[in-house]
């Protein structure tokens, strides 16, 4: 019998245990299954909380000395909670990661207390660290361009349809905004030939409506002419070089081949296509109400922080290109250029 997705990611999570009580164990799978059902997480958001409640559990037996069982879960205090965190941080891990592995340790301890198996009242008396706050690297326009057109690997050792279809999930990125798991997720069905639009499948499993401008309908048009493999109305539009599905880390290597040839940063990663994609239409006028509904954030905030990005842009390229911008940098400068006569 098949093991569904939370059996996995529980599996993953005892994977990196050297052991776990029986008890806890039950609890993880209630705990991933709750969150499978109720918050409709993919398999790999499962695994990724999984492997951070792991690593947490792991820090805590190292730390008390024996595997924790509920009890001792019930029993931690703030002191302990800090242990944990400190000894992560001596491993050099970053606050964001921090943040994370504090996150999923409070999910469990929140189900632990739903199923009255146990309150642990330390996960939330404890303050998560601060992260800094980083604006996405967006790429420019040109550089979008660029990255999406299969001219730009010609001198690849790489077949026609290879150097195709990644130019179309490229396209799908940058003109629509898919993240890499959406649109590699697309199947045939999805993609109606000429569509001018098509429904994708977020985070949490949610739909939502995204126009296909002509570049990018012509991209998918151009691979799908091309691809050798049968592409049936249910598998994935995008396939490996056997057939297979692609897999998100061929796009990126193909996104890291291309920047190195265009000497772009290392931020130009295919997530940052879909950062081009919100910063773009909002520095063309675009709605940030819209711009949400396109990227699919749950929360205006989310989408809000391109705001920032596009007004940060603009004060970059006044200060570039304004002919008097190194003046009006200095007061003193103003100051003496106002009393000169006119």
Partial sequence: MAM?????????????????????????????????HERR?????LEAYARDLAVVLLRLTDHLGACPGLGDLAGLTT????????????DGV????????????????????????????????VRAP??????????????????????????EDREDWVLARDAAVIALLYGAGLRISEALSLTPRDVPADAESITVTGKGRKTRMVPLIAPVRRSIAEYRAICPHALGPEGPLFRGTRG????????????????????????????????????HLLSRGGEIRAIQE??????LSTTQIYTE?????????????????????SPCTVARESTEPT
């Fill in 79 to 90: 002191a302990d909670v800090r242990a944990v965190l400190a000894a992560r941080r001596a």
């Fill in 294 to 299: 396109l990227l699919g954030h749950a929360s």
């Fill in 94 to 125: 970053a606050p964001r990661t921090l943040v994370r592995l504090l996150a999923a340790a409070r999910s469990f301890g929140r189900h632990l207390e739903r199923e009255g198996l146990g309150k642990v009242g330390a996960l939330t008396a």
């Fill in 130 to 155: 601060k992260v800094p706050r980083s604006l996405p690297k967006p790429v420019s326009i040109a550089a979008a361009r660029a990255l999406s057109d299969p001219t730009t690997r010609a001198g």
């Fill in 41 to 45: 997480l993919s398999p790999k958001t």
């Fill in 244 to 279: 297979g599905p692609l897999s998100p880390r061929i796009v990126q290597l193909a996104v890291e081949r291309m920047r190195g040839a265009l000497g772009l940063p290392q931020s130009a990663t295919p997530h940052a296509l879909r950062h081009a994609f919100a910063t």
């Fill in 4 to 36: 569904s997705d939370e059996q996995k990611a529980a599996r993953a999570a005892h994977g990196l245990l050297s052991a776990v009580t029986p008890e806890v164990g039950a609890a993880i799978e209630g705990w991933l299954a709750g969150l499978a």
């Fill in 309 to 329: 990005v596009d007004a940060t842009a603009l004060m970059a390229a006044w200060r570039s290109a304004h002919p008097r911008s190194g003046a009006l940098e």
